[in-house]
């Protein structure tokens, strides 16, 4: 089946800084990502949706120029944390769709970042 | 109004007993529909589409109620690896897939 790899798995950065997290899927054309963010005990929050060759969407509350994303390729999506703080410490996943297979959204196995 | 709801629970299930639940939605153009099982700290996991018709694969079943705009998700013969929190997913007219908030499910010896 489709698979989505995302890296890295868990990360730790020191307040101030950027993290950049990648998302590649890995045996299907990726032209749509989308990015959600799940803090504790709540639900998967959708960011953006990634779009190949084009700028991303955002949804309403999120800020893209601190979360600032890429889509370069059919098979990479970059979400990168710009100027992190405290408060952005959370699991962080990516999903695509395999339009070439049954159409579903494949998901990432998610970045937890901690900002200290 | 969220756009997708779901009663957290924790509905707290004996093995071998049978557990349903419902996930409302608001958008009455939405899509598709899809349940979802995510362990602590993992990714989401698809455990099925749902359709008008209802669907059952083994244990499971799922239905979709397009008038009153719910799906529901039935759990047979619980056992305790179904333990989990379960996610409704819905897709909107542009393919973005919305989560509710998630029931979980604790099956007890």
């Known amino acids: 089946g489709a698979v989505v790899s995302q890296h890295p798995s868990r990360v730790i950065c020191k307040s101030g800084t950027s993290v950049k997290i990648e998302c590649r899927s890995l045996?299907?054309?990726?032209?749509?990502m989308f990015w959600y963010r799940q803090f504790p005990k709540q639900s998967l929050m959708l960011m953006a949706t990634?779009?190949?060759?084009?700028?991303?969407?955002?949804e309403q509350g999120v800020e893209k120029d601190k979360f600032l994303i890429n889509h370069a390729s059919l098979t990479l999506s970059t979400l990168t944390v710009t100027s992190a703080h405290p408060e952005d410490s959370s699991f962080y996943i990516c999903?695509?769709?395999?339009?070439?297979?049954?159409?579903?959204?494949?998901f990432g196995s998610g970045t937890r970042l901690t900002v200290v | 109004r969220k756009e997708v709801e779901q009663d957290p629970g924790p509905f707290n299930v004996p093995e071998g007993a049978t557990v349903a639940f419902n996930c409302t939605y608001s958008?009455?153009?939405?899509?598709?529909f899809f349940w979802y099982r995510q362990d602590c700290r993992k990714e989401p996991k698809l455990l099925m589409s749902?359709?008008?018709s209802g669907n059952e694969d083994g244990r499971f079943t799922a239905q979709l109620n397009r008038a009153s705009q719910y799906i529901s998700l039935l759990i047979r013969d619980s056992k305790l690896s179904d333990s989990a929190t379960y996610l409704c997913?819905?897709?909107?007219?542009?393919?973005?897939?919305?989560f509710g908030a998630g029931t979980q499910v604790v099956v007890t010896p």
């Open positions: 990634s779009n190949e060759g084009s700028k991303a969407t955002y």
């Open positions: 958008n009455s153009a939405s899509q598709s």
């Open positions: 997913g819905i897709t909107d007219s542009w393919g973005k897939l919305q």
């Open positions: 999903s695509a769709r395999d339009w070439g297979g049954q159409g579903l959204y494949t």
């Open positions: 749902v359709y008008s």
């Open positions: 045996d299907f054309q990726a032209t749509t």
